[in-house]
């Protein structure tokens, strides 16, 4: 009997409860977006990484944070130092200039690199031929409706796009690591050295080799540095998540709040009959709360599938700048958020609603 009240209390004001239903599937849709703006950035940088086929990075004392690269600090030659230690089949410098946050064009000796990684996997043209030439990614390339042959204009400085690659290896953007050096008067410099050893068992080894060096450089394996990249060590990103999901349970109170208030006021003489019937305040609370809890997962629905076609229009649109994800994983906990609103926003209409005096709501015009 329940159930059946509260559908045809829906059905009754269709525009109301799809209007409710809407605006609770904002929040869900505004943090599903968020989380999948954040994880799909951060596994997009962990793949490119994870593609450079080394086993230690180091980078300069001056980085900050997780995610921050190093400036132009170190020099060449302790590349070439590393490289002098035992167990270490190849130290790779690369330099990385930011152009677009969060996109970075990266400065690399492409021959040693290579030999690191495995090289990059072409899908048009090939390798750098003169000093000018720049080699971006299937994403970059869809993002700025570029092709090889092309021209892209960046620091300043005219580029010729000799190669299109697949995604996934250090850098969207490369270009030759001593051009780049010039470009940022970092004659000499790089930013980050890439360590490749010659047995998976040695690198902890070689890690300490280093360390006892006293280089003063900051130095993990790369394993450890990809673990890093966590939306919970990243300064910012969790608190500002948590705004948004309070934001949504505010959203979800008021929504249902207001929606609830003026469906008791419509139906004043409805509840009146009920309670003449011999209803209880507890069924009257109960029609309410389930209600807005069938709104609640109205709007959950509604805003997982708006996510989807955000996620569609973000890839669409800059799929090298914001790499979006669908997570998931977060569905359920949208889901709870925009539940929680949506009771707590019906708590007093439904209260209101069952403290009414029968015999007055019967007189209700």
């Known amino acids: 009997m329940t159930g059946r009240l509260v559908w045809e209390n829906l059905k009754h004001r269709p525009m109301l409860t799809l209007f409710s239903v809407l605006l609770m599937g904002i929040p869900v849709t505004l943090i599903l977006a968020l989380v999948g703006l954040t994880q ?4 997009d940088s962990q793949r490119r990484q994870q ?31 590393i490289e002098e230690q035992p167990h270490v089949k190849l130290a790779v410098g690369v330099l990385n200039h930011s152009i677009d946050p969060p996109l970075v064009i990266t400065g690399v000796d492409l021959a040693r690199f290579d030999r690191m990684s495995g ?7 090939g390798p750098f031929k003169s000093p000018d030439d720049m080699l971006i990614d299937e994403a970059y390339a869809a993002q700025t409706h570029k092709t090889v042959g092309d021209t892209v204009t960046l620091l ?3 580029w010729h796009v000799a190669g299109i690659i697949e995604p ?18 970092a004659t000499g410099k790089i930013g980050q050295i890439y360590v490749k050893v010659d047995d998976a068992a040695n690198i902890d080894a070689v890690v300490k080799e280093l360390d006892a060096l006293e ?52 139906r004043t003489r409805e509840i009146g009959i009920l309670k003449s019937l011999g209803a209880s305040k507890g069924f009257i609370l109960t029609i309410i709360e389930v209600e807005a809890m069938l709104l609640g997962v109205g709007g959950t629905v509604l805003g997982i599938v708006m996510s989807f076609g955000a996620c569609w229009l973000v890839r ?22 925009t539940l929680l609103g949506a009771g707590l926003g019906a708590l007093y209409p439904g209260l209101n609603a069952a403290r009414q005096d029968p015999i007055e709501a019967l007189a209700y015009e």
Request: glycine residues 10%; proline residues 4%; aromatic residues 8%.
């Open 168 to 185: 996934g290896k250090l850098a969207r953007i490369a270009v030759q690591l001593g051009v780049l050096q010039d470009l940022d008067a």
């Open 51 to 81: 593609g450079t086929g080394a086993d230690i990075i180091i980078r300069a004392s001056t980085a900050s944070g997780v995610v921050s690269f190093s400036s132009a600090t170190i020099p060449e030659k302790v590349a070439a130092k």
């Open 119 to 125: 090289g990059f996997v072409y899908k048009k043209g």
């Open 156 to 158: 300043n400085h005219a």
């Open 316 to 337: 669409t649109l800059v799929p090298a700048s914001i790499p979006m994800i669908v997570v998931q994983s977060w569905w359920p906990i949208a889901g709870l958020i």
């Open 40 to 43: 799909g950035l951060l596994q």
């Open 215 to 266: 280089t003063g450089y900051k130095i993990n394996t790369l394993e450890e540095y990809v673990a890093m990249w966590t939306p919970s060590k990243i300064s910012g990103v969790k608190e500002f998540t948590v705004v948004i999901m309070v934001l949504g349970v505010v959203i979800g109170f008021l929504v249902v709040g207001l929606s609830m208030y003026m469906s008791v006021l419509q």
